[in-house]
């Protein structure tokens, strides 16, 4: 593998399409663990993702020759105080959206930090105190799949990623 930056990037949003892939199957899949293959997949492709992400942003901060080009995370290269010294165009598209959390990198950024967060039950209200404390349950019912993020979902950001590394390596070419 060559030694650019760009190389890193592809090789994860490669890396994010296989997992999707893998995904995919296990979706399909009637095997006993199906459930804990979804969500490995799942995690598997936000790995990829979010190391796309800082991908990009070493490209962008590499050909710029930002002090941050060695950042370990994403997020110190999408703070807005970056921008304060020199304006970067490409830098700036993807601060603005990692900042509102209603874009496809807003909510992929939420999503990968999600999966550092410890696990928690689900809150439930206080039942009525005139009810029965011993409560009749059915084995044979199935639980409610977790709903997570759909595999469209992160196909459409792999997508995103990528072309916006397209566009942006076509806009930082020297001529």
Request: charged share 20%; hydrophobic share 40%.
């Amino acid at each position: 593998m060559a030694q650019e930056l760009y190389t890193r990037t592809n090789q994860k949003i490669f890396f994010a399409g296989l997992a999707l892939e893998t995904l995919g199957k296990a979706e399909q899949g009637q095997a006993m663990n199906a459930q804990a293959q979804i969500q490995a997949g799942r995690e598997t492709v936000l790995f990829h993702l979010y190391g796309a992400l800082l991908g990009l942003c070493h490209e962008i901060a590499g050909y710029y020759r930002l002090p941050q080009a060695g950042a370990p995370r994403a997020e110190l290269l999408l703070a807005p105080e970056v921008l304060e010294s020199v304006a970067i165009p490409e830098l700036g598209e993807l601060i603005e959206l990692a900042q509102n959390r209603h874009t496809w990198l807003g909510q992929l950024l939420v999503a990968y930090a999600a999966l550092f967060e410890p696990p928690r039950a689900p809150v439930k209200p206080k039942g009525d105190v005139t009810q029965p404390i011993i409560q009749a349950v059915n084995l044979d019912d199935e639980p409610e799949p977790e709903q997570g993020l759909t595999r469209d979902e992160l196909e459409s950001w792999r997508q995103s990623i990528k072309s916006l590394a397209v566009r942006f390596r076509q806009g930082m070419n020297e001529f």
